[in-house]
């Protein structure tokens, strides 16, 4: 792959320096390509660089989800899986309901709910507080579904669900 080929591709939008405004999209893609020797990067190359990154990112999903963003490759494409719309909807449901459960029926204990599935006390849920809130709901799901749900409810595309997101999913789907 040229370097010409990257710069095409490489997309920087969710990157926090640049969101930040800390640094340019020229900067960012500098940076990247300043790991490679050259004006070509093997397949070898790039799968060693990124095999480094993912162990230095705090979980898989993260780790995906830099991938789907920077080179805007989703890690399946739901819209080619004639199981998708069925299984967004069952996950969606099911959620819900055993949401509603915790709350014991109970709207206003939703926010005592989402407090619960956030670990680390941002006020909001990350992704991989969205994996583990359905793991600890019992829910069995394929991975790929997981993000596109999650983006389902962050309605507001910040890459979190506040608690208002969280409950207006709750009573309103």
Request: with cysteine; hydrophobic share 40%; aromatic share 12%.
């Amino acid at each position: 792959m040229s370097t010409e080929d990257i710069i095409g591709v490489y997309d920087v939008s969710l990157d926090p320096n640049f969101i930040a405004g800390l640094k340019t999209k020229h900067a960012l893609i500098d940076e990247f390509l300043a790991n490679f020797e050259g004006d070509f990067i093997s397949k070898r190359d790039f799968f060693e660089y990124y095999e480094d990154i993912s162990i230095s990112l705090g979980s898989e999903e993260a780790f995906v989800k830099m991938l789907e963003s920077t080179w805007q490759c989703p890690e399946n494409d739901l819209q080619e899986d004639p199981m998708a719309r069925p299984s967004m909807q069952l996950l969606i449901s099911e959620v819900r309901k055993r949401i509603l459960d915790l709350a014991k029926g109970d709207p206003s204990q939703l926010r005592k709910v989402h407090k619960e599935f956030d670990v680390n006390g941002s006020g909001n849920l990350t992704i991989d507080e969205w994996s583990n809130m359905i793991s600890k709901l019992k829910i069995a799901v394929d991975r790929k579904y997981v993000y596109p749900f999650f983006k389902f409810v962050d309605q507001d595309n910040s890459g979190t669900v506040s608690a208002e997101e969280f409950i207006g999913y709750v009573l309103n789907y």
